[in-house]
């Protein structure tokens, strides 16, 4: 065995090696992966879904059943209070290893609902965790637990004490179990995908109290997550994993400025961003992360680098390029060998098929002009119906609360409250806004999917718009074969006992527009227009990926070739390279068929890059309308700014100076009086809790609708203040050698 790590070294992996045994075979999901956490430290372990990412933190602590797991080689040190630990030798020893963690190292899970248990209130597992590892009087461990719910920030901390999970939102679950898993200050934290189940604003919040605490005490994190901002704002080192290896380590700056792996640049460069320009197609990665008994040989990312040459059939060697700063690619093999400029090894352009650029290029933020004056009458230009696809006004969804044995209303959820929007034709309208404003709503209102409860809706089937709000399901269905709709989960949303063929021609065949051999051949062209082959008509949903998936999904959608396509968080469950993949293919099919959309999101940079008009929603009213670009630039309501201020930028030391919102969105069955958002508004005034402000024009701006008492008086800020950012350049090998010899 080999010595301990440094004293600095909390955490220090070396070569481990994790496989599973299956009826198909033996997989290896960790594959020789070395890594180290220093005190005090954040690293970020980033890469797509199906890269062992989470194999490798949950060995950490013995999480990983054995069998079917099975620990070939490696060693895992940590640092305990009896010292520096090897926890792989101990994975036989349950007593050991429950001492071991909550004590000296925790863990947060992706999922708060189901890290916590549901028959105990949050005050009662707290406690406990502090009793089954300390000595102490029950008063004491009832008295800790308050003190670490109020420093993890949630509101009325004996209250909470007797709370059960389901009582609270997803923002105050997460704290809840940050509280759990630091109340003996452990002096490790793993956190699995803690955000990603929340919205941007209660991330926001997390991802600073995660920072806090790093501080407050001086506890070391290692981090997962595919989001490529947040490592960029809260991680000191980065390590980037692919099918079981660490392909590139180094330091946030490092990365994020001169990326060395292509998997690198490429994760870099799939991101949308509220720098990147609108309306464009992002650079994604070639194909989808293969099946683990399907990996290359040599290196594991040669099936989809566009630089690949015939040496990636040998396993590559780790390359020193700086002092902190390490790669495995075999386009820096030789960089510890003197070179001088005129030796240096340049990288080859990247096929014409787009799925990968040699660079990022850099994006100056678009300085836009406002439109003409008009009148503050509150109504939007007149708008000619042949231009129209979709309006819908003053549309509700009112929900009654039922209860007792009579049933009887004792209230009412107001999901949507009086929305009014159109949707021109060939244009995509962002909708975004925080879980529960209604978004969701909206969508399945304008499809006729729920019944509106007020209000008027008129699509434009036929080159006219024509009334909907009450026709019968009869005349409705020939509607809705000029709709379409792509739903968030594509596994919940395709039937599971129906192969391919079945789900995306089942509209053909309900619309009488094909049979037989017909379907099987519009099916296959329908599959190919997505990017997937005709052969896999006779697959199940299951043998495919998350973004496959989503590609049969929005096959389907297309399948009675609809002139109006309601996306409903079609990217938020998927890797940011597949998530560019589908936004690519979205953007691609709007300019060939000439679609409208209305394209539904939490994420506003993600809205941003596909919208021309963006719609921003808080507790069932439309708080702001207008350009998707002046939306970003030039905010005129205190709840975009907060989306705005939320997103995690993707340029480490880059913030933004305004507060983020405090708290949760209010109860949708008892809003706020007044104007809706001055609960967690900096700004609010004692009108804004009186008087509700109606949707009217921005003085000076025809089309750019906001509804603030102050829009013409605030000064908000926007990314054009947030700073000019350029994503980072793809450095080629040459330019990696002359500075490493350069240091």
């Known amino acids: 065995m080999n010595n301990a790590p440094d004293s600095d070294k909390v955490l220090d992996i070396r070569n481990l090696e994790v496989s599973f045994r299956s009826i198909a075979g033996t997989t290896r999901a960790v594959n020789g992966v070395s890594l180290d956490v220093r005190s005090g430290e954040i690293v970020g372990l980033v890469g797509e879904s199906g890269c062992g990412k989470s194999v490798t933190i949950r060995s950490i602590v013995?999480?990983?059943?054995?069998?079917?797991?099975?620990?070939?080689?490696?060693?895992?040190?940590?640092?305990?209070?009896?010292?520096?630990?090897?926890?792989?030798?101990?994975?036989?020893?349950?007593?050991?290893?429950?001492?071991?963690?909550?004590?000296?190292?925790?863990?947060?899970?992706?999922?708060?609902?189901?890290?916590?248990?549901?028959m105990m209130t949050i005050g009662k597992q707290i406690t406990e965790g502090i009793l089954e590892h300390e000595v102490v009087d029950p008063a004491e461990a009832y008295e800790r637990t308050i003190e670490m719910l109020d420093l993890v920030g949630l509101p009325n901390p004996a209250g909470q004490m007797n709370r059960y999970a389901h009582e609270l939102s997803g923002g105050m679950r997460q704290r809840a179990l940050i509280a759990l898993?630091?109340?003996?200050?452990?002096?490790?934290?793993?956190?699995?995908?803690?955000?990603?189940?929340?919205?941007?604003?209660?991330?926001?919040?997390?991802?600073?109290?995660?920072?806090?605490?790093?501080?407050?005490m001086s506890m070391s994190v290692l981090l997962i997550t595919h989001n490529m901002g947040v490592v960029a704002n809260l991680a000191d080192r980065i390590s980037v994993m692919y099918l079981g290896k660490i392909v590139e380590t180094g330091t946030v700056e490092e990365i994020?400025?001169?990326?060395?792996?292509?998997?690198?640049?490429?994760?870099?460069?799939?991101?949308?961003?509220?720098?990147?320009?609108?309306?464009?197609?992002?650079?994604?990665?070639?194909?989808?992360?293969?099946?683990?008994?399907?990996?290359?040989?040599?290196?594991?990312?040669?099936?989809?680098?566009?630089?690949?040459?015939?040496?990636?059939?040998?396993?590559?060697?780790?390359?020193?390029?700086?002092?902190?700063?390490?790669?495995?690619?075999?386009?820096?093999?030789?960089?510890?060998?003197?070179?001088?400029?005129?030796?240096?090894?340049?990288?080859?352009?990247?096929?014409?098929?787009?799925?990968?650029?040699?660079?990022?290029?850099?994006?100056?933020?678009?300085?836009?002009?406002?439109?003409?004056?008009?009148?503050?009458?509150?109504?939007?230009?007149?708008?000619?119906?042949?231009?129209?696809?979709l309006q819908i006004e003053n549309v509700a969804l009112h929900y009654p609360i039922l209860r007792g044995l009579l049933r009887r209303q004792v209230g009412t959820v107001r999901a949507v409250d009086g929305v009014d929007l159109t949707i021109r034709r060939g244009e995509t309208l962002g909708l975004v806004g925080e879980s529960g404003c209604g978004k969701t709503s909206v969508?399945?209102?304008?499809?006729?999917?729920?019944?509106?409860?007020?209000?008027?809706?008129?699509?434009?089937?036929?080159?006219?718009?024509?009334?909907?709000?009450?026709?019968?399901?009869?005349?409705?269905?020939?509607?809705?074969?000029?709709?379409?709709?792509?739903?968030?989960?594509?596994?919940?949303?395709?039937?599971?006992?129906?192969?391919?063929?079945?789900?995306?021609?089942?509209?053909?065949?309900?619309?009488?527009?094909?049979?037989?051999?017909?379907?099987?051949?519009?099916?296959?062209?329908?599959?190919?227009?997505?990017?997937?082959?005709?052969a896999h008509q006779s697959r199940f949903p299951h043998a495919f990926s998350g973004g496959?998936?989503?590609?049969?999904?929005?096959?389907?959608?297309?399948?009675?070739?609809?002139?109006?396509?309601?996306?409903?968080?079609?990217?938020?469950?998927?890797?940011?390279?597949?998530?560019?993949?589908?936004?690519?293919?979205?953007?691609?099919?709007?300019?060939?068929?000439?679609?409208?959309?209305?394209?539904?999101a939490h994420d506003i940079a993600v809205v941003r890059h596909v919208s021309d008009r963006i719609a921003v929603m808080y507790l069932g009213k439309i708080v702001e309308l207008g350009n998707a670009l002046e939306i970003c630039v030039r905010p005129i309501h205190p709840y975009t700014e907060a989306l705005l201020a939320s997103i995690p930028l993707?340029?480490?030391?880059?913030?933004?100076?305004r507060e983020l919102p405090k708290g949760d969105l209010p109860d949708p069955a008892n809003p706020p009086t007044g104007c809706r958002f001055h609960t967690r508004c900096p700004y609010s005034q004692p009108i804004c809790a009186e008087e509700e402000p109606v949707l009217r024009p921005l003085s000076g701006a025809a089309d750019h609708f906001g509804a603030c008492h102050f829009q013409d008086e605030l000064d908000l800020q926007g990314v054009e203040e947030i700073g000019d950012l350029s994503p980072p350049a793809v450095v080629n090998a040459g330019e990696n050698m002359s500075n490493t010899q350069a240091t």
């Not at 069998?67 to 036989?92: D, Q």
């Not at 989809?304 to 020193?320: I, L, N, S």
């Not at 993707?650 to 100076?657: A, C, F, Q, R, S």
């Open 443 to 534: 969508g399945r209102l304008v499809t006729r999917l729920v019944e509106p409860s007020a209000g008027r809706l008129r699509f434009g089937a036929d080159g006219q718009l024509e009334e909907i709000t009450h026709i019968s399901q009869k005349e409705m269905k020939r509607v809705r074969r000029s709709m379409g709709m792509v739903f968030q989960d594509p596994l919940s949303s395709l039937n599971a006992r129906m192969n391919v063929r079945n789900i995306v021609g089942e509209p053909l065949m309900l619309h009488e527009i094909a049979r037989g051999k017909a379907v099987d051949e519009r099916v296959g062209e329908l599959l190919e227009m997505v990017g997937l082959r005709a």
């Open 62 to 118: 013995g999480l990983v059943p054995s069998p079917p797991a099975r620990f070939e080689n490696g060693e895992i040190w940590l640092r305990t209070r009896r010292g520096m630990t090897e926890t792989v030798s101990l994975f036989k020893d349950t007593k050991a290893l429950r001492q071991i963690r909550g004590r000296d190292v925790s863990m947060i899970f992706q999922e708060p609902m189901r890290s916590v248990h549901p």
């Open 256 to 389: 994020f400025k001169e990326p060395a792996h292509p998997y690198t640049q490429g994760l870099l460069a799939s991101m949308p961003s509220l720098f990147s320009q609108p309306k464009t197609h992002l650079q994604s990665l070639r194909g989808v992360v293969p099946e683990l008994s399907m990996v290359p040989k040599g290196c594991v990312f040669a099936d989809r680098c566009p630089h690949v040459m015939p040496k990636c059939d040998e396993t590559p060697p780790v390359v020193e390029l700086r002092a902190d700063h390490s790669t495995a690619c075999w386009l820096y093999a030789d960089v510890e060998e003197p070179h001088g400029p005129d030796a240096a090894t340049t990288l080859p352009a990247p096929s014409d098929d787009g799925a990968q650029a040699e660079s990022v290029p850099s994006v100056d933020v678009i300085q836009l002009t406002r439109s003409e004056p008009v009148s503050d009458t509150g109504e939007a230009p007149p708008v000619d119906d042949g231009s129209v696809q």
């Open 650 to 657: 993707p340029m480490p030391g880059l913030e933004t100076v």
């Open 181 to 216: 898993a630091l109340v003996c200050h452990p002096q490790l934290l793993l956190a699995d995908e803690p955000t990603t189940a929340l919205d941007v604003t209660i991330q926001a919040q997390i991802l600073e109290l995660i920072r806090d605490l790093r501080e407050r």
């Open 548 to 600: 496959q998936r989503q590609r049969i999904a929005i096959a389907r959608a297309l399948a009675t070739e609809p002139s109006f396509l309601v996306a409903d968080e079609p990217v938020s469950a998927l890797d940011v390279s597949v998530q560019a993949q589908i936004l690519n293919l979205l953007l691609t099919l709007q300019e060939q068929l000439s679609l409208s959309m209305l394209f539904i």
